[in-house]
């Protein structure tokens, strides 16, 4: 009878490292020192059309994939945005600006979207999407990926033709080379 503590004490220590474990697996925000830009990312413009009603905007579908522990330092986009997660789990920040998140629900109705608060880290899972109009507010945020596995995106975007998607910030929102 003296070995039953024993035995449950080792079965919640045993669980407890499982537990670690699987949080030490999932990626975390970039590191506050991390040279501008993307670790294991990959983008992929899928369809695409110029709009009549909106010269000079192309209107794109595209699809990105964070490998395991991929991130992308804070950024800014020329384009109104609606990001989608497919699969795994995405970790975003606002920075600067402003940003909507709805989370889905199954396949019914999504949540209404609600503001994304300054500098609050949420993870969205499958069928949550993030939005934000970089140009109604010059909107600056990280992304990583949240899970230990790939996270696939799908992106809606409506941006201008002439100027570069992804320009990389500084802390105070300055493009960085």
């Known amino acids: ?4 503590p024993f035995l449950v004490a080792g079965l919640l220590v045993a669980l407890l490292g499982l537990v670690a474990a699987g949080v030490r697996a999932e990626g975390g925000p970039p590191p506050a020192d991390a040279t501008p830009g993307a670790v294991g990312f990959q983008g992929t413009i899928l369809a695409g059309i110029e709009p009549a009603v909106a010269p000079g905007y192309r209107l794109v579908m595209a699809e990105s994939v964070f490998a395991p522990g991929a991130y992308v330092t804070s950024h800014t ?7 989608c997660v497919q699969s795994g789990a995405l970790g975003f920040a606002i920075q600067h600006g402003s940003a909507t998140v709805t ?3 199954g396949m019914g109705t999504p949540t209404v979207g609600e503001p994304l608060a300054f500098n609050a880290e949420v993870v969205l ?4 999407c993030v939005a934000f109009d970089h140009y ?5 945020h990280p992304g990583w990926n949240a899970s230990d596995g790939p ?3 799908w992106e809606a975007r409506l941006l201008k033709t002439d100027e570069p998607f992804t320009t990389f910030v500084d802390a105070q929102g300055t493009s960085v080379p």
């Open 1 to 4: 009878m003296c070995r039953r």
């Open 103 to 105: 989370r889905g629900v």
């Open 125 to 128: 899972a499958p069928r949550d």
């Open 77 to 83: 986009h020329p384009t109104a945005i609606v990001v």
């Open 136 to 140: 109604t507010q010059h909107t600056a």
């Open 151 to 153: 996270t696939v995106l």
